[in-house]
């Protein structure tokens, strides 16, 4: 007995698939998969001092057509791996969804706090006045 990938079956089209996909998030074979994964892309509006920072949510397919234009563009070579790319989009979107959730408790534990704060000083202040 050899300890090989669980698989189970695709309920679209009823091929196997490592049951390790599903986990990932995925709930059909890769031959099904329709669903790509967005990008977010930073950019950088305005001119001279007036500058800010934008992004710019695409679809997968959309930034890699345009990574390699810019490469082309660059007179760089582009080599992008898709089957890759969509194991470690997944990685990596589960570590940001992490980072996230630790970001959004940090800032709701600090507004919470901001809340009461002003009352604490505010006797302070009095205090300082006698
Ligand atoms: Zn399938």
Redesign the pocket.
Known sequence: MQNTLKMIP??????D?PEKRKELGYH??????TVKPKVGVTTVEGTGDHTYNDIIIMDQDQYVSIARKEAELAGKKVHIEMLDLDKDESEISQSIKEKVNQTLDEELGESEYDMFDPDKEMEGIEGIDY
């Not at 695709?10 to 091929?15: E, I």
């Not at 059909?28 to 998969?33: H, L, R, T, W």
């Open positions: 695709c309920p679209k089209c009823g091929n698939f059909v074979c890769i031959n099904c998969s």
